[in-house]
């Protein structure tokens, strides 16, 4: 069988010529001795407006291939790019895909790994600076919940469909970091269609403490807070003079389903970059937390197509944030 070449041209007006006849691309595949999802992923990814056309699609798959990304070898000048923004806690797929969406020569994050492994075993310290240091999985069981009942919870399941489709900017995820020996604790919230996200440090998991915190951070930006999602500690006991104060919804994951907040705790996961889990919080300043936060605000998404949230949630609301104060924000 033809399988590890291109289509040719002939074998696309082939499958045109047929597909106007009404046979089926099972048959096309086996005329042509190809596989079926050849002639499928063909049909699915070269059909125009008016569709399947041999000459478009051929067009199609020309410009599909000068496109592509061309492999380009790690040369000295890259290096001197992509080094510093290994040491800013970038991951290789965050410095390639952000390089390629800016127009510039980038290699792929398996390429930037394969540097950073060379220059460890060169006796080099770049691999310190990745976010996971080949450390093993802990596998977390579900266990019962101890922390007793928030008054007025509403549970996720009440939430509204809008917020897990994502289409409107305003809708928040909150959460907090514990330092050691729970000396000290961050107060996190995540938007979670810009993925921006601020943090705030306070003395003590106190309810009280944590409500301040949250209004805030987040009454500059009450015209884009529609609900808040919170986890289920106790410290999130003041969720409803939360919601009078800035006029948003404000509803519970369910026990130790840590998923249903994912994104925050992704960003609690970055946020811990600089604040191991090792060391207590409690002599944290929120200068220190605020220059952290700059750094991860600046720091390309892949689900924001290697923007930052910084520049989405600008773009979005025409605010710079920049000149927000009170508040660390994360990006």
């Given at each position: 069988m033809n399988t590890f070449n291109h289509?040719?041209?002939?074998?696309?007006?082939?499958?045109?010529?047929?597909?106007?006849?009404?046979?089926?691309?099972?048959?096309?595949?086996?005329?042509?001795?190809?596989?079926?999802?050849?002639?499928?992923?063909?049909?699915?990814?070269?059909?125009?407006?008016?569709?399947?056309?041999?000459?478009?699609?051929?067009?199609?798959?020309?410009?599909?291939?000068i496109d592509k990304p061309k492999n380009i070898k790690m040369t000295a000048e890259l290096q001197q790019i992509i080094t510093p923004l290994i040491k800013e806690k970038w991951s290789p797929d965050c410095i390639s895909g952000r390089l390629k969406q800016q127009g510039k020569d980038s290699v792929s994050h398996e390429t930037i790994y394969r540097y950073i492994l060379a220059n460890k075993a060169a006796g080099g310290d770049l691999y310190t600076y990745l976010r996971h240091q080949a450390k093993p999985y802990r596998k977390r069981y579900g266990k019962n919940d101890y922390r007793g009942t928030i008054p007025s919870r509403v549970d996720i399941d009440e939430r509204p469909q809008v917020v897990d489709d994502k289409t409107r900017l305003g809708d928040w995820e909150a959460d907090t970091v514990i330092g050691k020996g729970h000396k000290g604790v961050l107060v996190t919230l995540t938007e979670r269609v810009s993925k921006l996200n601020f943090a705030i440090s306070i003395e003590r998991k106190e309810s009280e403490l944590t409500k301040e915190a949250i209004i805030n951070a987040l009454e500059p930006f009450k015209r884009w807070v529609h609900t808040i999602t919170f986890d289920n500690g106790r410290e999130f006991c003041g969720h409803e003079a939360i919601a009078k104060t800035l006029d948003c919804g404000t509803?519970?994951?369910?026990?130790?389903?840590?998923?249903?907040?994912g994104l925050n705790e992704n960003h609690n996961g970055l946020l811990r970059q600089y604040f191991p889990k090792k060391e207590p919080l409690d002599k944290v300043t929120q200068d220190e937390v605020d220059?952290?936060?700059?750094?991860?605000?600046?720091?390309?998404?892949?689900?924001?197509?290697?923007?930052?949230?910084?520049?989405?949630?600008?773009?979005?609301?025409?605010?710079?944030?920049?000149?927000?104060?009170?508040?660390?924000?994360?990006?």
């Amino acid at each position: 069988m033809n399988t590890f070449n291109h289509l040719t041209q002939e074998e696309r007006f082939y499958i045109y010529t047929q597909l106007k006849q009404g046979v089926s691309k099972n048959q096309i595949a086996i005329t042509l001795g190809r596989h079926k999802s050849t002639i499928g992923r063909e049909i699915t990814r070269n059909t125009g407006q008016c569709g399947y056309r041999y000459k478009q699609a051929e067009r199609i798959a020309k410009q599909r291939h000068i496109d592509k990304p061309k492999n380009i070898k790690m040369t000295a000048e890259l290096q001197q790019i992509i080094t510093p923004l290994i040491k800013e806690k970038w991951s290789p797929d965050c410095i390639s895909g952000r390089l390629k969406q800016q127009g510039k020569d980038s290699v792929s994050h398996e390429t930037i790994y394969r540097y950073i492994l060379a220059n460890k075993a060169a006796g080099g310290d770049l691999y310190t600076y990745l976010r996971h240091q080949a450390k093993p999985y802990r596998k977390r069981y579900g266990k019962n919940d101890y922390r007793g009942t928030i008054p007025s919870r509403v549970d996720i399941d009440e939430r509204p469909q809008v917020v897990d489709d994502k289409t409107r900017l305003g809708d928040w995820e909150a959460d907090t970091v514990i330092g050691k020996g729970h000396k000290g604790v961050l107060v996190t919230l995540t938007e979670r269609v810009s993925k921006l996200n601020f943090a705030i440090s306070i003395e003590r998991k106190e309810s009280e403490l944590t409500k301040e915190a949250i209004i805030n951070a987040l009454e500059p930006f009450k015209r884009w807070v529609h609900t808040i999602t919170f986890d289920n500690g106790r410290e999130f006991c003041g969720h409803e003079a939360i919601a009078k104060t800035l006029d948003c919804g404000t509803y519970f994951a369910k026990p130790y389903h840590s998923w249903q907040r994912g994104l925050n705790e992704n960003h609690n996961g970055l946020l811990r970059q600089y604040f191991p889990k090792k060391e207590p919080l409690d002599k944290v300043t929120q200068d220190e937390v605020d220059s952290a936060i700059t750094a991860l605000n600046h720091r390309p998404r892949k689900g924001l197509n290697y923007r930052t949230p910084w520049e989405v949630f600008c773009q979005i609301t025409g605010v710079d944030i920049n000149k927000s104060q009170g508040v660390a924000l994360i990006a």
